[in-house]
């Protein structure tokens, strides 16, 4: 809770800024930010919203798997550090210059969470800096707001572990519409361990550009219940249809590649464009591990259209 003498105020600059109780807080410069909810792990370096640093690394598994929470959490021990340090470099920011430690605090993978919030919880210790855990879904959205400029968008969330539609009102973000299972990246990821589709850079990118070669459209289960969407039924069809269509020739791997990515999307433009019409919304932002596919939401005018 923010008590009423630490509303929101606005600077001098015109930037909002929150003047919180610690009083660290409210000449805030410089935030360093770690992240590693799944199989990612990066340290970022914020100035006044411009981005200094934001170095990765990615745990990537052979084709054919997925990554466990241990082994996850075993490959970020590993590189935290020399990420941290290789923001510092490229920051060209001295650990004395740091006002607040940021770190992902949920949801994601708990093994690795833990991992990154303890090394984030001794940086502060050592560096003397007040902490802030973030929540993992308003961090992608309030950075895509940031990178974009959008005013009041409705957000689709869309990753490996999310599937959300979401719009901002009465000072809360709100759901309107979600997976009523898995998500949609995970559906994606599974699939792509079907057809043994390579992890890197990632299952859906590689999905993406193997469905570009794609010439026929499979028809696949197509399932919107009112404001929510279900993948588990479309995954169980493709996993078990998958290997007897190909060995039949009935369609090749990037065809199914094509059909999957269709109709999910398809299923997302349409609760996506639902909430907009019940927001009044003219601005779409797209969110989320899933949103780095721009073929995604061709459907949407792309003048609506923030991606991050």
């Known amino acids: 809770c923010i008590p009423p003498s630490d509303r929101k105020r606005k ?3 015109g930037v909002i800024s929150w003047p919180w109780s610690l009083g ?5 410069t410089v935030v360093i930010g770690f992240e590693g909810s799944a199989n990612k792990i990066g340290v970022g370096i914020i100035r006044d919203g411009t981005v200094l640093a934001n170095p990765r690394r990615t745990y990537i598994t052979p084709p054919g798997q997925g990554f ?21 470099q490229e920051a060209q920011i001295a650990p004395q210059e740091i006002d607040c430690v940021a770190y992902t605090k949920g949801p994601g993978m708990g093994a690795p969470l833990l991992t990154v919030a303890i090394v984030a919880r001794t940086v502060a210790q050592l560096w003397k800096k007040p902490l802030l855990g973030v929540n993992h879904c308003i961090g992608h959205i309030e950075m895509g707001r940031l990178i974009t400029g959008a005013k009041n968008p409705t957000v689709l969330y869309v990753s490996g572990g999310n599937t959300q539609v979401i719009a901002y009102s009465k000072h809360r973000y709100r759901i309107f519409g979600e997976t009523i299972d898995i998500a949609v990246g995970n559906c994606l ?23 570009k070669k794609g010439k ?14 279900s993948f588990s039924g479309i995954l169980s069809y493709i996993e078990e249809a998958a290997h007897k269509m190909l060995l039949s020739g ?12 269709e109709t999910l999307f398809a299923m997302l433009v349409e609760i996506t464009e639902r909430a907009m019409a019940h927001c009044g919304s003219q601005e779409v932002l797209i969110v989320g591990g899933v949103g780095c596919t721009h073929f995604s939401l061709q459907f949407i005018p ?3 259209v923030q991606w991050c």
Not at 68 to 88: F, G, I, K, N, Y
Not at 250 to 261: G, V
């Open 11 to 13: 600077r001098p600059d």
């Open 24 to 28: 660290h807080f409210a000449d805030m």
């Open 68 to 88: 466990q929470p241990s082994d996850t959490a075993r490959h970020h021990r590993a590189c935290v550090l020399d990420v941290l340090q290789e923001a510092l």
């Open 189 to 211: 990821d599974r699939f792509a361990r079907v057809l043994k589709i390579s992890n890197d850079p990632s299952p859906g990118y590689n999905i993406e550009q193997m469905a």
């Open 216 to 229: 026929k459209f499979v028809e696949l289960p197509y399932t919107v219940k009112g404001m929510d969407v």
């Open 250 to 261: 009935d369609c090749t791997s990037e065809d199914l590649c094509f059909s999957l990515q």
């Open 302 to 304: 792309t003048h609506t």
